[in-house]
Nanobody
Framework: QVQLVESGGGLVQPGGSLRLSCAAS????????WGWYRQAPGKQRELVAS???????NYADSVKGRFTISRDNGNNTVHLQMNSLSPEDTAVYYC??????????????WGQGTQVTVSS
């Protein structure tokens, strides 16, 4: 019902910045929460940032003050602005969308991921 495609990843030096984008298509009007997750080799996938339809943002403690999640007015693209990057931010970043149905059920949609590498 919802398709997500990430872009914007790449190689950046410590202290640098990257801006990730998530292009959404399909039934995007059903989405209640948008988010970004990341997974480093050998580690669990973790929530980085989330944004509700009401535009309430939440961030993992490790990225607070450095990352910003946003979406455009048409609700078809979600962004993650990443500043002051460090090697610990190296991971595959995934776009996520959550749907909350009228009966209380939850559905999750995922992109394929984009690699972010922070190295000198």
């Amino acid at each position: 019902q919802v398709q997500l495609v990430e872009s914007g990843g790449g190689l950046v030096q410590p202290g640098g910045s990257l801006r990730l984008s998530c292009a959404a298509s399909g039934s995007i009007f059903i989405i209640g929460v948008w988010g970004w997750y990341r997974q480093a080799p050998g580690k669990q996938r973790e929530l980085v940032a989330s944004l509700t339809t009401g535009r309430t943002a939440n961030y993992a403690d490790s990225v607070k003050g450095r990352f910003t999640i946003s979406r455009d007015n048409g609700n078809n693209t979600v962004h993650l602005q990443m500043n002051s990057l460090s090697p610990e931010d190296t991971a595959v970043y995934y776009c996520n969308a959550k749907r909350f149905g009228v009966l209380g059920e939850r559905s999750d949609y995922w992109g394929q991921g984009t690699q972010v590498t922070v190295s000198s």
